[in-house]
């Protein structure tokens, strides 16, 4: 499974990160998310879901 | 229908906001309201989203040749706070500035002062037995922490905090409201000797680093340093402190839930999300039409007043399950208490960290509660902030434990 945050629609909201802290990183500088690894470890993929669903910007999407 | 008697500003309004909110997006999600000069009223999340989501077309900030302004409040507020009243690209330039400040990093390391700040306050009133929670604690912990952050003396706390907490709910033209307004331009007038004696000699607070900041090459005007930093007073202060006293009140009267935050604090940052949408502290805000337009299907004109009510959209059955029940633990949960789109909630992280810390100390030295039902006051309106005036309590005394911070 792969993740990604669109820098475009995230507004640091820090929920995935709240979610997932093993596959968010909130940046220091402005505390806005990225996504620490492209592909989700097999046994995270249900937590990298949760995060997309929780997203208020939507701005997260994984895909398999 | 496309028209409704919608006036947040109504004690009605206060007292029955989510039967007014539900009925609205059951039968008029886009409706027009004749009060405060006609403006629309946006009930539906997924509309409400759009126009958080469209700067270009929904301004937060508009001047107009005759000297009037719109900005992010209906009515307009005499005090502009930047940049939340500021449309890009602008905006951009000063949210960038504050971003840092506010990061989850930066408040994180704000913990142990509030920790610290939270047992002042209670080390103020355990050994009694009795407290008002708001006056003596939810007010202050967020409006001690607002002076620290800016650079403010803190030996004012108590002034600082009961103005801020009075501003909010007292009436605009009554004595009460004008003692409030006195009191704020006092603190302003601190807080314009404040930036001046930061311009001469910087410490290592937030307006030390707006006075040195630059925009676009220039240093800024005293005028637009103090609109930064009424946001972070009104941002700052009675939003947590609504949040905390809905919550305090809210597990009262539901102590399964209390033993059960209490028994597992891990779920509290779950829950804090949960009490923000169901209290919903800043109810909603306002735009500006800059162009005709489509909202939720119905036309627009140019020029036209919309309020994205955050309250309705947190109730809105197409994107919460059971939304009037409170689910400690619900995931997904896409509130949109701090807003969406760029103007999301400069200090969520600070919320979320008082809030928590907070309602950790109150479980844990006055776990047993119990509200004077009868002498609580909830705002009589909720226009800006929804929350509590009073919030008086008994509990079993306890024993101080002492603290840093001591005024």
Known sequence: MRIAVDAQRCQGHALCAMAAPDLFDLSEEDGYAVASAVIVPADREAAARHAEAGCPEQAIKVDV | ?407
């Not at chain 2, 507020?77 to 939340?84: A, D, E, H």
Request: proline residues 7%; charged residues 25%; negative net charge.
């Open chain 2, 1 to 407: 229908m496309t028209t409704t008697e919608f006036d947040h500003h109504t004690g009605e309004y206060a007292r029955d906001w989510r039967e007014i909110n539900s009925e609205l997006r059951g039968k008029c999600p886009v409706a027009h309201t004749g009060a405060h000069g006609g403006f629309w009223v946006l009930s539906k999340y997924a509309d409400i989203a759009e126009v958080a989501r469209d700067d270009e077309t929904f301004s937060s900030y508009q001047e107009f040749p005759d000297g009037s302004r719109t900005g992010a409040t209906i009515p307009v507020s005499p005090l502009r706070q930047v940049p939340i009243e500021m449309d890009p690209p602008e905006f951009f330039d000063y949210r960038k500035l504050l971003n840092g400040r506010f990061s989850p990093a930066s408040v994180k390391k704000w913990e142990p002062f509030l920790r610290d700040v939270t047992t002042f306050c209670i080390d103020s009133f355990i050994d009694s037995g009795e407290a008002d929670l708001v006056s003596a604690l939810a007010s202050p912990v967020p409006a001690i922490l607002t002076l620290e952050l800016l650079g403010l003396p803190t030996a004012g706390w108590r002034t600082f905090s009961d103005v801020t907490h009075a501003l909010v709910h007292t009436v605009p033209g009554s004595p009460e409201n004008d003692k409030a307004m006195l009191g704020m331009l006092g603190i302003l007038g601190q807080v314009n000797e404040t930036i001046a004696a930061r311009r001469a000699e910087p410490k290592d607070d937030l307006i030390s680093e707006l006075v040195h900041a630059e925009v676009n090459g220039e240093k800024m005007t005293d005028a637009r340093l103090v609109e930064i930093i009424t946001l972070v007073i009104f941002g700052g202060v009675d939003t947590t402190g609504s949040l905390i006293g809905s919550a305090l009140e809210w597990l009262y009267h539901n102590p399964a839930e209390r033993d059960r935050l209490r028994a597992d604090p891990s779920l509290i940052p779950t829950a804090t999300e949960e009490f923000l949408r169901y209290f919903t502290p800043v109810p909603g805000l306002a735009r500006t039409t800059t162009k005709e337009c489509t909202v939720g299907g119905q036309a627009l004109a140019a020029g036209e007043r919309l309020f994205l009510s955050w309250s309705s959209a947190n109730y809105d059955e197409d994107v919460f399950d059971r939304p009037d029940e409170v689910v400690l633990d619900r995931h997904p949960n896409r509130h949109q208490s701090f807003g969406l789109g760029i103007h999301r909630c400069l200090g969520s992280n600070v919320a979320r960290l008082e809030f928590r810390v907070v309602l950790e100390e109150v479980l844990r030295r006055l776990p047993d509660y119990v509200v004077d039902t009868g002498r609580a006051q909830p705002y009589p309106t909720i226009a800006v902030v929804n929350g509590w005036i009073s919030l008086p309590v008994t509990f079993t005394p306890g024993t101080r434990l002492g603290s840093k911070f001591a005024i």
